[in-house]
């Protein structure tokens, strides 16, 4: 029973809830995507980037005698790289707008994390924020599989305030992060018509 609240972190990181998302989106309407290029893209982006710097990190001298917060820290680098990568290549390429919502929505929760911490001195949850985003995104673009992350979030936030890796004030701030960031996307939408 212990090991519980360890797996429940593991099997929730950001990428893996990414990967979820991403993959309910594409068997649910493949043209979802416009091509197979753009769901590999986005996988590539949104989950492989992030998931580098785990293995990437003993190779780092900034991160590698850091421990889980030199890890943490550069999974963010690296999540951050895939989400300019993901909206550079959106730009670049013939993209579905959908697509490009997904990338600009995870850029702009990166952006507002970083402005809580650099700015606030405030971690908001990094895990909170990689949970509600994807499942938020599922509910805007029509999925009620969204709907589950309801009880995956409830799971995830039980294990990180046992584990000590939370506070329930960073979880608060880390989950409404995506909904600030697709209210700014939405927005945006909304005044280019």
């Known amino acids: 029973m212990k090991k519980l609240p360890y797996?429940?972190?593991?099997?929730?990181?950001?990428?893996?809830?990414?990967?979820?998302?991403?993959?309910?989106?594409?068997?649910?309407?493949p043209a979802f995507f416009g091509n197979t290029l753009h769901f590999a893209l986005a996988v590539v982006f949104l989950v492989v980037f992030p998931l580098l710097a785990y293995p990437l990190q003993r190779f780092s001298p900034k991160y590698k005698d850091?421990?889980?917060e030199g890890q943490r820290a550069l999974a963010f680098v690296f999540a951050v790289a895939g989400y300019v990568l993901g909206c550079?290549?959106?730009?670049?390429l013939p993209t579905p707008t959908n697509v490009l919502i997904i990338y600009v929505s995870y850029l702009l929760s990166g952006v507002i994390a970083?402005?809580?911490?650099?700015?606030l001195h405030f971690k908001a949850s990094g895990h909170a924020c990689g949970i509600?985003?994807?499942?938020?995104?599922?509910?805007?673009?029509?999925s009620a599989a969204g709907?589950?992350?309801?009880?995956?979030?409830a799971a995830a936030w039980a294990a990180s305030i046992y584990m000590k890796?939370?506070?329930?004030?960073?979880?608060?701030?880390?989950?409404l992060i995506p909904f600030a960031a697709l209210g700014l996307v939405a927005a945006a939408l909304a005044a280019l018509g």
Request: proline share 3%.
């Open 66 to 68: 850091k421990g889980r």
């Open 114 to 119: 970083i402005a809580l911490n650099r700015l």
């Open 132 to 142: 509600v985003g994807p499942f938020l995104l599922l509910v805007y673009f029509g």
């Open 88 to 92: 550079a290549a959106a730009l670049i």
């Open 147 to 153: 709907f589950i992350g309801f009880a995956v979030l």
């Open 7 to 29: 797996i429940i972190r593991a099997l929730t990181v950001a990428p893996l809830m990414a990967l979820a998302m991403l993959l309910i989106l594409y068997f649910r309407d």
């Open 165 to 175: 890796r939370h506070t329930h004030a960073q979880l608060i701030a880390g989950g």
